[in-house]
């Protein structure tokens, strides 16, 4: 099943989520409504608070990608309480968005590459190194586990023009292709 993405404005986009245990209920069943609600909505990434979950699992998809950008062809994964251990190399800026900010988009600068321990949907323990996108779209949907959105790292000046747009999207008056709430 498909949720609606919650989106900026609602207070559980703000909290630092929760681990989750080996054995926690109904998980390959979330992480399966995670990717379908993803899909859905035409993102490549998605935190479960962002379906109104404050738990530390995110999952990703940017294999849409592998035609222009031959390193996404693998990059499909749920973590799940995942660790960032290391932010390297170069700082980059790039163009972002979010399915809980839709129709925004914000130059974001982030570190060109992390090193992140992670559980699989089996509880194997994994630590890998991504870079580039990879690396961003990693660091964007982590950021969402500490409650943290793009447009925190945007400058302040920046973000003060969008605040019309932000109120807006807090009160769901925004046009988009997929379904959108605020969870209070
Ligand atoms: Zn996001």
Redesign the pocket.
């Known amino acids: 099943m498909t949720y609606p993405i919650v989106v900026y404005g609602s207070p559980i986009l703000r909290l630092v989520a929760r681990e989750i245990e080996p054995g926690h209920p109904n998980l390959k069943q979330l992480l399966a409504d995670m990717f379908e609600t993803m899909y859905k909505a035409d993102g490549m ?1 998605l ?1 479960a608070p ?1 379906i109104g979950k404050s738990v530390r699992i995110f999952v990703v998809d940017g294999t849409s990608l592998a035609d222009e950008d031959p390193a996404m062809k693998e990059f499909k994964k749920a973590f799940i309480n995942p660790k960032i251990l290391k932010l390297d190399g170069d700082t980059q800026v790039m163009n972002e968005g ?4 839709p129709k925004l988009r914000e130059d974001v600068d982030r570190h060109n590459k992390v090193r992140i321990r992670f559980y699989d949907e089996n509880f194997n323990l994994f630590e890998e190194e991504y870079e580039g996108l990879k690396a961003r779209v990693i660091q ?2 982590y950021d ?1 586990l500490d409650g943290v ?2 447009i925190d790292r945007i400058p302040p000046l920046r973000r003060k023009l969008l605040k019309g747009r932000l109120n807006d999207i807090s009160k769901c008056k925004v046009d988009v292709p997929y379904k959108i709430k605020l969870l209070k």
């Open positions: 990434g935190a962002q979010c399915l809980s900010l964007h949907e969402h959105m793009f």
